[in-house]
């Protein structure tokens, strides 16, 4: 009874203390888990409405896997790939500029990015986890289907060339971080950290003033949560990680993964095992900085590291990158010198580039 007594008066103090104590609104934090996007996603959020926050980033990931997801029978992408074309209602008109910013993606990487590659990722068993090696007779005429300058849009209808689909996969995530971008300006969020699987967005910086340090996972060693090649301390900024570790199968010994190489059909083999994309997360473009993220990570898994550095060279001013090869060593590019922390009991050999 005494126990009784006395845990109910600790529970009272307690009580007390909470309703007594001032919490300062900028203060407050809220964190949601959504499960999206076969992903699990955190979005951490502070300020007097980090709730309201939290809650309409939730919504806002929930009705962009509503419209975007190729497993969901009825979004718009699946539609869209059932019947060739489509025309867009209002919920569903985005789609146009991602679209767009899809083919400008492709166009700059030659093809290295290409949404039209969807059905060679079927092939492998990507799209309904039925993994699978595909005969090299199917691959070629998969191949035929690939090239994303077929896709139109005029207005509101979308149209693919007889026989394509599109896959998003590559691209949804950082589009939905340019998203939740408008939903922290909406609701003055001052600082926040969104985990959309490998696509991270750290908008302004910790509640202690420092930047977000988000780690750069050691794709050697995929199932050691704690292992990293590094740390990136960010403070407005989306890092956008492509590995193939993060969805792979292994059949007779060998191991097989979801970035495509749209020039062979088989998961890119061009000595990167990681690519990580970080640019500015404050330009206010939906889609921006978050979706170019997203399409150059992958395409530059495919690339490759030569081909990577010379297309960074080009456009140095837009992005920086976090390379890890399959040799053993990670190349970090000039403009991340002073933000990338390399874990030198990694056993990599770290090197910067310019
Ligand atoms: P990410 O993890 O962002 O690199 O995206 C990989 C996903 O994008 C895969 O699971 C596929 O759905 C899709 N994909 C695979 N290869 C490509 C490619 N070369 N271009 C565009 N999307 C791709
Ligand atoms: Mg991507």
Redesign the pocket.
């Known amino acids: 009874m005494k126990r009784i007594i006395s845990a109910a008066a600790a529970l009272v103090l307690t009580l007390g203390l909470t309703s007594c104590a001032r919490v300062d609104p900028d203060k407050a934090q809220e964190s949601v888990q959504v499960i999206a996007m076969d992903t699990a996603m955190v979005i951490s959020t502070y300020g007097r409405h980090s709730t309201r926050a939290a809650y309409a980033s939730e919504d806002c990931i929930r009705a962009l896997e509503a419209l975007l997801s190729r497993t969901k029978e009825d979004s718009a992408v699946s539609c869209l790939n059932g019947a060739g074309t489509l025309e867009l209602g209002e919920p569903g008109e985005e789609l146009i500029p991602l679209l767009d910013a899809a083919e400008r993606y492709r166009a700059e990487t030659e093809g290295?990015?290409?949404?039209t590659?969807a059905p060679v990722?079927s092939a492998w068993g990507?799209t309904a986890e039925t993994f699978q090696v595909p005969g090299g007779a199917e691959l070629e005429k998969l191949l035929d289907l690939v090239d994303g300058s077929a896709v139109r849009t005029e207005g509101r209808t979308v149209s693919l060339a007889p026989g394509q689909s599109i896959?998003l996969?590559?691209?949804a995530?950082g589009y939905a971080a340019d998203k939740l971008t408008a939903v922290f300006r909406e609701n003055e969020v001052p600082r926040a950290l969104a985990t959309l699987g490998?696509n991270v967005l750290a908008w302004g910086d910790r509640p202690d003033g420092t930047p977000w340090r988000v780690g750069v996972k050691d794709p050697a060693r995929p199932d050691d949560q704690s292992a990293f090649v590094g740390v990136l301390e960010l403070t407005n900024a989306f890092a956008v990680t492509?590995g193939g570790y993060?969805?792979c199968f292994e059949e007779n010994g060998k191991l097989y993964h979801?970035?495509?190489?749209?020039a062979t059909g088989y998961p890119a083999d061009n000595g990167l095992t990681s690519v990580t994309v970080v640019a500015a997360a404050n330009t206010g473009e939906v889609p921006g900085n978050g979706t170019m993220c997203?399409a150059y990570?992958?395409?530059i898994?495919?690339m490759g590291e030569a081909e990577a550095l010379d297309f960074w060279r080009d456009r140095r001013a837009d992005f920086d990158l976090v390379l890890v090869t399959a040799d053993g060593r990670v190349v970090v590019t000039a403009g991340l010198a002073g933000a990338f922390a390399p874990d030198e009991e990694s056993g990599y050999a770290f090197e910067t580039v310019s």
């Open positions: 290295a990015f290409d949404i590659v990722v990507f896959d996969g590559g691209i995530k490998g492509s993060q969805r979801h970035i495509i190489d749209p997203d990570s992958t395409a898994f495919v």
